[in-house]
C-alpha cells in the first residue's frame, strides 16, 4: 500500500480542527475563586430585560470629593451616594482605582430602579506627601459602561 500525502494531508487537517474548535472554557466557580459577573453584561446593557427600550440609569450625587489637608499617614474615606434612576436593574460589575492608595468598595448585588446605595473611597496618604488626584473607575450595565470618580486633596507631612 503506497502512502498518500494527497490523502492524508486533508484528513489529519480535518481532524484537527474539529478537535481543536470544540474547547470550550467551562463556566462558573473554578478551584475556589469566587464566581463574578458576565462581563457581557456590562457590555450589553439589555441582558437583564430583553428590552432595548428600558435601560438602568447610574446617577451619582456627585462624582468628585476633595478631602482638603490631611496629615500624611491618615485614612480618609468618602461615600459617593448612587441612584439607579433607569428603568431596569443595575448591576455594578466592577469598580477599579488607579492607584494602589485608594481602595474601592462597592454594593454587589442588583440595585432595582428607584434603589441607591454608595460606594466608599478609602483613600490611605501613608508616605504620600503633597498634591493628589486619583480616579475610580465604576464598570456596570448602563450606557455609557463606565462613570469615573474622583478624589483629590494635599497630604501635609507631620
Same mark, same amino acid.
Given at each position: 500500500?503506497?502512502?498518500? *500525502? ?15 474548535? #470544540? @474547547?470550550?472554557?467551562?463556566? =462558573?466557580?473554578? !478551584? ?6 458576565? =462581563? ?7 441582558? *437583564?430585560? =430583553? ?29 459617593? @451616594? ?5 428603568? !431596569? ?9 488607579? #492607584?494602589? #492608595? ?11 430602579? =428607584? ?10 496618604? @501613608? ?32
Amino acid at each position: 500500500m503506497k502512502f498518500d *500525502l494527497r490523502f492524508w494531508v486533508p484528513v489529519v487537517l480535518a481532524v484537527f480542527l474539529s478537535v481543536t474548535s #470544540c @474547547r470550550q472554557e467551562s463556566g =462558573g466557580d473554578k !478551584a475556589g475563586k469566587e464566581p463574578s459577573l458576565s =462581563g457581557d453584561l456590562v457590555k450589553n446593557p439589555n441582558t *437583564l430585560t =430583553g428590552n432595548e427600550e428600558k435601560l438602568p440609569e447610574l446617577t451619582f450625587e456627585t462624582t468628585r470629593h476633595d478631602f482638603g489637608k490631611i496629615k500624611e499617614g491618615e485614612e480618609v474615606s468618602f461615600e459617593f @451616594r448612587l441612584t439607579n434612576t433607569g428603568e !431596569a436593574p443595575l448591576i455594578i460589575s466592577e469598580v477599579k482605582a488607579t #492607584c494602589g #492608595c485608594t481602595t474601592p468598595h462597592w454594593p454587589k448585588g442588583i440595585i432595582k430602579p =428607584g434603589e441607591s446605595d454608595v460606594i466608599k473611597v478609602v483613600y490611605d496618604s @501613608r508616605g504620600r506627601p503633597g498634591e493628589f488626584s486619583k480616579g475610580v473607575v465604576v464598570s456596570a450595565n448602563t450606557y455609557p459602561n463606565q462613570t469615573v470618580l474622583t478624589v483629590s486633596g494635599v497630604v501635609f507631612k507631620n
